[in-house]
């Protein structure tokens, strides 16, 4: 999938000339013209990244910087700015931007961060998808353990599927048949109690405090 990279920028021949080399290197980018454009766009988790100026219109840099990380925004944030004051450098990097870029630059050093800024989140996505966390519940999807709290505990491939359906939505009340879909597929009886026993095994192994039987309905892990 292409990564979409937001621009916001009030001078049109900035914006251009930095659309334009961005769509040449195979990027996906639009182009804010004022601070409240910016941050909207930005609220919408259509981007993956944000070139901000910090002299924009309406709400200018800093304000929309504060905000995304306020509201716990993850966009990765490269600041553009004429303001080349080591002061300036490290309020932006403190603010939560994750980069600062003076004016005037080269395109291939720009490009050569979104990149590099770009590469990094892939990274931690990665990383983030290998590990699944609730509560005191860790899941290593790479090595198939799974702990709960300092204690790795010894699971059945089915139960560490099953194990990991709950983790996946916790607080989701999961039917019956839900569960023997996603563990057992299609194949098993829908009259089975498999998963029952399966459950009550696993609720031993986690400790009685996680997975509530939700009458008439399934089951849930707690959060």
Not at 17 to 39: M, Q, T, V, W
Not at 102 to 116: G, H, I, N
Not at 188 to 209: I, Q, T, W
């Amino acid at each position: 999938m292409t990564d979409r990279i937001l621009i916001a920028e009030d001078e049109p021949r900035i914006a251009t000339f930095i659309e334009k080399g961005l769509r040449a290197s195979g990027f996906s980018s639009a182009i804010a013209k004022d601070g409240h454009e910016a941050l909207s766009m930005a609220q919408t988790g259509d981007f993956n990244l944000l070139l901000l100026d910090i002299g924009l219109p309406g709400k200018d840099g800093w304000m929309v910087l504060e905000e995304l990380r306020g509201q716990g925004e993850q966009i990765s944030i490269i600041i553009l700015s004429a303001r080349d004051d080591v002061s300036d450098k490290v309020a932006g990097l403190e603010g939560g931007a994750d980069d600062y870029i003076t004016k005037p630059f080269r395109f291939e050093e720009l490009l050569a961060r979104v990149r590099a800024r770009l590469r990094d989140n892939r990274l931690v996505r990665r990383q983030e998808e290998t590990i699944l966390k609730t509560g005191k519940i860790v899941l290593n999807l790479l090595t198939r353990q799974i702990w709960v709290g300092d204690h790795l505990l010894k699971l059945s491939a089915r139960e560490f599927i099953l194990a990991e359906t709950f983790v996946r939505h916790p607080g989701q009340v999961m039917s019956r048949e839900q569960l023997l879909s996603r563990v057992w597929g299609y194949d098993y009886d829908p009259g089975s109690n498999v998963v029952d026993v399966c459950v009550g095994s696993l609720r031993k192994k986690l400790g009685h405090d996680y997975i509530e039987t939700v009458r008439g309905m399934g089951y849930r892990l707690r959060t």
